[in-house]
């Protein structure tokens, strides 16, 4: 069976800190898809990044990073300089195949106060 | 601009009623999507799969009777709560595949008084 698990329940964090939202996933298939996405309070999803399973190479945007590391089946996802905007609900999702159902991780809430 | 669009995005109605929230995919076609369910303060579940011009495939525990899916074309899939009940109270919100992602809707507050 797919797990996903997000041990941070809630970050709090100060503006201009950094932070890391841990990730870590279980899965017996070779071929899996990672996701992380930003939920805000409104509700909607929004997309953040995807990896598959053979890329582990690190994925820097903007603020945004992320480390992968299949050793440890983990995949953290890391915003540098932290924002008030940034407060939400950040979700990691595993899917087995491309384009398929995801198996979503309870979520982490960030709490950025200025 | 939005990929796929939910509605509606807030809705109420009685105990007992039935209520319909749809699921876009806006300038594609989408032969699948996927409908989620998230209670307050919790993670997504997939209640189901949504299967153009065929029977959706429900995760377990879900009961089909009561969440009806109909996806009768290629860019619009349905989700009938009926004899809704106040536990029945949640976030709906559904997905689908376009080019390299995963895209969700706006979803749907879903409240049963």
């Known amino acids: 069976a797919q797990k996903v698990t997000q041990a941070q329940t809630e970050i709090s964090v100060v503006e201009k800190e950094d932070v890391t939202l841990d990730c870590v996933y279980e899965?017996?298939?070779?071929?899996?898809?990672l996701f992380w996405y930003k939920q805000p309070p409104s509700g909607e999803l929004v997309f953040l990044i995807r990896?598959?399973?053979?890329?582990?190479q690190n994925e820097i945007s903007g603020r945004y990073s992320w480390n992968f590391q299949k050793s440890t089946s983990s995949f953290n996802f890391t915003i540098t300089a932290s924002q008030v905007v940034d407060s939400a609900v950040y979700f990691c999702?595993?899917?087995?195949?491309?384009?398929?159902?995801?198996?979503f991780g309870a979520g982490t809430i960030l709490r950025v106060k200025s | 601009g939005a990929v796929v669009s939910q509605h509606p995005s807030r809705v109420i109605c009685k105990s007992g009623t039935s209520v319909k929230i749809e699921c876009r995919s806006l300038d594609f076609q989408a032969t699948t999507m996927f409908w989620y369910r998230q209670f307050p303060k919790q993670s997504l579940m997939l209640m189901a799969t949504s299967n153009e011009g065929s029977k959706a495939t429900y995760e377990q525990g879900v009961e089909k009777d009561k969440f009806l899916i109909n996806h009768a074309s290629l860019t619009l899939s349905t989700l009938t709560v009926t004899s809704a009940h106040p536990e029945d109270s949640s976030f709906y919100i559904c997905?689908?595949?376009?080019?390299?992602?995963?895209?969700f809707g706006e979803g749907s507050w879903l409240t049963v008084v």
């Open positions: 990896r598959n399973s053979f890329d582990e």
């Open positions: 997905s689908a595949f376009r080019g390299n992602t995963i895209y």
């Open positions: 899965t017996r298939d070779t071929t899996y898809y």
């Open positions: 999702a595993l899917s087995m195949e491309y384009g398929n159902k995801l198996v």
